[in-house]
């Protein structure tokens, strides 16, 4: 269990939080007690299994991506398709990644070791103490409501957190009545066609329209009929997060619940138009298709 964090700790030791390593050190012995009653060794390898996992997920993390898990980080694999996952793995230093073979060895060496209790030699009031202590911080922190935000491992805590987002994505998803707003065309007798197009994983910065170096959007810097707006950023980094706020009136000072908010698909509709979405998110996983879903209701006609 301390290989991630020596691996979390070599690659950037300013944000990684040593709370966590308390924290799973608190539920190495509330995982262990079941094979402690029941001398039962495969209730021992289900607890290492558990740890094990854990720290593959963490380790990868911070090679790849060179942070903490989170829930954000999570949405965004999520939405990322094998090829997209091994192109950007690639550009890492794949020398990193042999940490994983002796945290894999050691895993192996635990498994067919010795998970007898009795060859563990450690006074019976010493582990009352530890295991009470163990209950003790996480009863304080259950019932001061911190159960999930302060005692359980990152790992427990972010997935729990990532639920809870696909959830909320699939009750808005669910959401099959427009919401009527005073909309209407600028002129009723003309047939009109609007696109947006949202672009992602591009950088500003690259773009010569917007003041880099480098001449890379020639045909956008030569129109004199677009208007850019230099000052405006996504308030989230992942795509599913960012089109729920810039989509609707909801962001990041004033959020709303999806039960009040308004978006664009609603103007339009309530407008009489027919509204398309097509996306080229990649339609495998829960959240492969959320970028779609979350805007599909009966006057949405969808192409994923």
């Not at 192109?87 to 007898?116: E, G, H």
């Amino acid at each position: 269990m301390y290989i991630p964090a020596v691996v979390a700790v070599f690659i950037d030791p300013l944000i990684f939080d040593t709370r966590y390593l308390i924290i799973d050190l608190i539920w190495i012995p509330i995982l262990i007690l079941p094979h402690c009653l029941l001398k039962k060794s495969y209730l021992y390898k289900i607890a290492a299994t558990i740890y094990f996992i854990s720290g593959a997920m963490q380790i990868l993390h911070w090679i790849v991506i060179r942070g903490p898990i989170t829930v954000t980080s999570l949405i965004i694999i999520t939405n990322t398709n094998s090829e997209e996952a091994m192109d950007f793995v690639s550009l890492k230093t794949p020398y990193q990644l042999l940490i994983l073979i002796p945290y894999i060895y050691i895993f192996i060496k635990s498994l067919s070791a010795r998970s007898d209790v009795k060859a563990i030699n450690l006074n019976r009031i010493v582990a009352i103490v530890i295991l009470s202590g163990s209950f003790i911080f996480i009863a304080e922190n259950a019932i001061g409501g911190r159960l999930i935000r302060k005692s359980v491992p990152q790992v427990v805590k972010v997935s729990l957190s990532f639920v809870e987002q696909v959830k909320h994505y699939q009750s808005r998803s669910n959401e099959s009545i427009s919401k009527e707003v005073v909309a209407t065309t600028l002129d009723e007798n003309e047939q009109q066609t609007f696109i947006l197009i949202l672009g992602e994983s591009a950088s500003r910065r690259h773009m010569s329209i917007y003041g880099s170096k480098r001449n890379t959007s020639p045909k956008l810097s030569a129109r004199t009929d677009i208007k850019v707006f230099d000052n405006v950023v996504s308030p989230f980094s992942s795509t599913i997060m960012g089109i729920l706020s810039i989509m609707s009136a909801s962001n990041l000072e004033h959020k709303l619940l999806p039960e009040n908010e308004v978006d664009l698909v609603d103007v339009f509709h309530s407008a009489g138009f027919k509204t398309y979405w097509i996306s080229n998110q990649f339609p495998v996983g829960h959240m492969g298709q959320q970028d779609c879903n979350v805007l599909q209701s009966v006057r949405l006609y969808q192409i994923c």
